[in-house]
């Protein structure tokens, strides 16, 4: 038994952990700071099983909560399965932020957010944004204060995907990406390491100043980067929101005072350095 | 002690909050979560006016639950007006049961309770009837083995699940409120006759005291145990608000007259030795109720309270006692062994060359 705690604000997770090949794993991902032995003088917002338990043939690793399961596994796929398995948990049972799919950055104190459906290149442009200096607040989940309206960071490790691990790791050679696991039920998947200033900031709070909904398109020959009213951008948000049918009149109050706030584009690429300097202009 | 620190909360949730340390809440809110309870938990913590003394995180879990649970009430009131022109120009009663019969009367029990399907009781003439009608709302029946839909349409006491095409709603369609394979037999006119009208509304609901009957029969002479603590808590509320609606004398002839009177006994007792419920106490001095029946309390109290393996023991005997109430004896060896022949047959069916699964 290795249990322990990981927190990463705004929640903290506490992990029933039968595999210590998930806590060495562990380290390299996150900084020691925020992985510590469970204390009883802290409350933790969700708790975690990852337990060896017969079944059919073998002893899968069960990652559940509670009498919630949430799926099975073998060793080799468990970083994954733990990092999807800490994602259900927040999108399942919280409801004080709205959350919306997207990843999101800052600069100046500004948030970029960048919602959309997988296989559009939203990791990968985030990975390179802040590869380029941006702070990263979220690769997965935009958190937005339903008060205030603040951006919310929830940092954690980028989950790559498949070419993406490698066309990163060539444009960036010195960055950081670990625990890479093959043959997952969603391909190769490897985790960049967020940069020293983002988990610096991990409680600093951004104002929402843009949203872009990248779509990675290989046949384009030129960047499109067309602008997308406010009623759109609002439908979009909606459909890529975890919560947004949950929260219901905060839910529409909120997200009508994000739009309303943000600037809204499409950005259709082919080419990074495209994206990254219409980015730039941009923002 | 599966959820030690949910039971101690609800017991008294003012001891609780001014004891508990942060490992306690960190159980408590995963066992609230696991049993569907964090709403329930925020609305009692309002009510007693709590919430100023429990920590930030707490709250902030409650508040999340309760956003959701008044979602889920929106959903139903949106879906039973759906339902409304269906049931309209019926001629015989259509009751609503369980959770959105709370709800519909907005008893303390229905605030923050979750739901997972809507439950409807119809007469058992009428059951073919109003299934065809809903299949032409767009609800369907889920797919399952033959044996399966067999089991449903002869031995329990619904249609099988229909589901809404679109919306994914769940519906239980009831023709009685116990399985019909049981030697028991249950009378449930009484529901009918002393149903209470939804004012605007084709739907009724059970009186309070039968609501409550109901939740005892479910508890007592059945197996399932997934969700216990939520039972038991339900129940509290129930008889309290039996009491409350001056029904608990009626509740006792109503068990008499529907012969469910052991399971309103255990339930008292149980809810005696949990809650110290004042309205069970004061039910269990009345000459019109039989004595509780130790062993079944104590199964189920071992359920809730005892050790790992204890509760787990108890479990495996709520099982097998649960089933062979629901089922006669013959029914019950017939369905022992039919049930895993069926399983191995569609089994080795797949194995066949050429089976498209």
């Known amino acids: 038994m290795t249990d322990f705690a990981i927190h990463t604000a705004p929640f903290s997770v506490l992990v029933t952990n039968h595999s210590n090949k998930l806590t060495a794993a562990l380290a390299e991902l996150y900084p020691a700071t925020l992985i510590t032995r469970p204390n009883p003088q802290l409350i933790y917002d969700f708790c975690l099983q990852v337990q060896r338990k017969w079944s059919g043939w073998g002893r899968p690793f069960h990652v559940s909560s509670g009498d919630q399961h949430f799926r099975m596994t073998d060793s080799a796929q468990l970083v994954p399965v733990f990092e999807w398995g800490v994602n259900w948990c927040v999108a399942s049972y919280q409801h004080q932020f709205l959350a919306i799919h997207a990843a999101v950055l800052e600069r100046d104190g500004k948030a970029l957010i960048m919602p959309a459906p997988p296989g559009s290149g939203k990791s990968t442009l985030c990975a390179v944004l802040m590869q380029e200096g941006w702070r990263l607040l979220s690769d997965e989940m935009c958190l937005v204060d339903l008060t205030s309206g603040a951006i919310v960071p929830y940092v954690r490790p980028v989950s790559l995907k498949n070419q993406s691990l490698t066309l990163l790791q060539s444009w960036y050679p010195q960055a950081q990406i670990r625990q890479i696991t093959s043959g997952t039920t969603k391909g190769t998947v490897g985790y960049m390491l967020p940069s020293t200033q983002s988990w610096a900031g991990m409680q600093q709070t951004a104002i929402a100043a843009w949203v872009i909904f990248p779509q990675y398109n290989a046949a384009q020959q030129q960047l499109t980067l067309s602008k997308v009213s406010q009623a759109d951008a609002f439908m979009h948000l909606a459909n890529n929101s975890f919560n947004y049918a949950i929260l219901a009149e905060q839910g529409f109050n909120s997200l009508s005072r994000l739009t309303q706030q943000v600037d809204a584009y499409r950005l259709e690429y082919a080419c990074i350095e495209q994206a990254l300097s219409g980015l730039n202009k941009l923002c | ?357």
């Open chain 2, 1 to 357: 002690m599966l959820s030690s620190q949910l039971l101690a909360f609800f017991a008294s949730p003012a001891a609780f909050v001014r004891q508990a340390t942060p490992q306690q809440w960190t159980i408590f809110l995963q066992q609230a979560r696991q049993q569907g309870l964090t709403a329930r938990f925020y609305h009692v913590l309002q009510t007693k006016q709590l919430l100023d003394q429990v920590p930030q995180q707490v709250k902030l879990h409650g508040e999340s639950g309760a956003r959701y649970a008044l979602k889920q009430q929106h959903s139903l009131y949106s879906e039973l007006q759906q339902l409304e022109p269906l049931f309209a120009g019926a001629d015989y009663p259509c009751l609503l049961l369980k959770g959105a019969a709370y709800r519909a009367q907005a008893l303390v029990v229905s605030f923050g309770r979750l739901f997972s399907d809507i439950d409807i009781l119809v007469p058992a003439n009428q059951l073919r009837h109003v299934r065809d009608r809903l299949f032409f709302y767009g609800f369907r029946e889920g797919e399952m083995t033959s044996y399966d839909r067999d089991y449903y349409l002869n031995w329990s006491h619904q249609n099988p699940p229909l589901q809404h095409y679109q919306r994914g709603t769940v519906i239980d369609l009831h023709h009685h409120i116990y399985p019909t394979a049981s030697a028991r037999s249950i009378d449930i006119t009484p529901l009918f006759t002393h149903a209470v009208s939804i004012p605007g509304s084709a739907f009724k609901v059970p009186a309070t005291a039968h609501l409550f009957i109901h939740a005892a029969v479910h508890l007592f002479y059945q197996e399932e145990t997934h969700k216990l603590t939520k039972d038991v808590i339900d129940l509290n509320d129930l008889l309290q608000e039996v009491q409350h609606q001056q029904q608990l004398d009626f509740m006792l002839e109503q068990a008499a007259l529907m012969s469910v009177q052991s399971a309103v006994s255990n339930a008292c007792r149980v809810l005696s030795i949990l809650f110290d419920n004042g309205a069970a106490q004061a039910a269990l001095q009345r000459s019109a109720l039989p004595r509780p029946q130790p062993l079944v309390c104590n199964l189920l109290l071992t359920m809730l309270q005892g050790s790992a393996g204890s509760a787990w023991l108890a479990r495996q005997l709520w099982f097998v006692r649960g089933h062979s109430l629901k089922m006669r004896w013959q029914v019950l060896v017939y369905h022992s062994l039919a049930k895993p022949a069926s399983s191995l047959q569609r089994w080795f069916r797949r194995l066949l060359p050429g089976h498209k699964s």
